[in-house]
Structure formats: C-alpha cells, structure tokens
C-alpha cells in the first residue's frame, strides 16, 4: 500500500508537470502580440492586456515589498543550510543528516535550475523596462522563489518546531508570505498575469516533486530498517 502511495505522488508530480509545459506551449502560440515594450510580443495578449490596464502599470512600492519578500526567502535558504551543516558537524557524515533536509538541498538546486534555464529560454519578456531593458519574464521568478522556499519551510517547521505557538507563527508567516507576493508581484506591474500563473504551476508541480521525493525516501529508510 506504501510502495503504491508514493507510485501516485511520483505521477501526480508528473501530471503536474505536463500541466506546466502545456500551459508554457500555450503562452507562446496563444494570441501572440507584440503588445510590451519595444513591440516585445507575448501570449494571451487581449488577458495580459486587460489585467495590465486594471493594474494600473508600474507601483514602485508592491516591487520593492516583493523584492524584499524574495531577499527574506533567499534567508529561509540560507537557513536551512546552516541546519545541514550543524547537522553534518555533530554527526560527522552527510549520510547522518536528515533526509528531508538533504533532499531540500536537492530541490534548493532544481528550483535554480529552472531559474537559469528561463533566464537562457526566454518565453516573454516584462511589461515594463526597469534598469537592464528587456528582461525575461516567464514565469515570474520571485513567485516560484518564495512559493518554493517557504512551502517546503512550511513542512519543515512543522516538522521541527514542537513548541505550538512557535510552530504556528512560522507556519502563518510563510503562508503570509507566499500569498504577498503572488497578489504585489501581480500589482507591481512588472509580469504579466500568466506570468504569475506559470510562476504558481511551476512552483506546484516542485512542490510535489519534493513531498513526493521525501516520501520514497522515508518509504525506502523503513523498508530496509525492517528488512535489516
């Protein structure tokens, strides 16, 4: 029964994943214009459009609040390598430290990964310049950041913090954050909507790659503590 609940989320992941690249493949032949600046083209142009006009254009305050939002993930990271390290300290060998933790180390790199690659393959670019001209938009880079980072945070602290009050502040506090910045990176102005919305498919399909990947690991660790 085990074996076949992690079989589900592996091709949940997968689903989630194909839901992702069916929705990218559609922003880029869907109602394409060159509706951006310096006639930069873009997909579901008449949608983008219309929430760009609602918007309201470029709000320097939801860019700076998302941009500090994003610096504040980047911290949750460097947190949770300092956990690993103590770990690797005190235990003396990277096969001591929890699983959980290396396969967010793991998943820390894979999320880099698909920033790098959509800074090389660029989809769309923004709605607006800001300091380096056209810059890559698709899918919207603070929104897979923090919606990653502070999920797998989410899990984590409710792993490791036993302290309830303590425990459910962090809890809050990274759910606070993720809703923040989907809602201002959107009122910023400077994504497009379905930049936003790959941003969130994206961050899901990771998410559950992660869940899913924690769960055969512990899966696995139970099996062979049975078997030995």
Known sequence: MRDKRVKNNFMITGVLFLIFVLYTVLVMFVDVKAVGPKDSAVGFASVNQFFMDAVGGYHSLWYKI?????????????????????????????LKIDSSILVLGG?????????????????????????EGLEASYPSSHTVLVCCVMTTAIMQCVRLIKHEMLRNTAVLFSALMIVIMVVGRLLSGVHWFTDIVGGILLSVALVWLYYSTVKYVYARQKRDKIEG
């Open 66 to 94: 998302t941009d500090i939002l994003g610096k504040i993930a980047l911290l949750v990271v460097v947190a949770f390598a300092g956990v690993g390290l103590v770990q690797l300290i005190q235990r003396k060998s990277i």
């Open 107 to 131: 998943f820390y790199v894979v999320v880099m990964a698909f920033y790098v690659f959509f800074e090389v393959v660029v989809i769309n670019y923004r709605p607006v310049i800001l300091e």
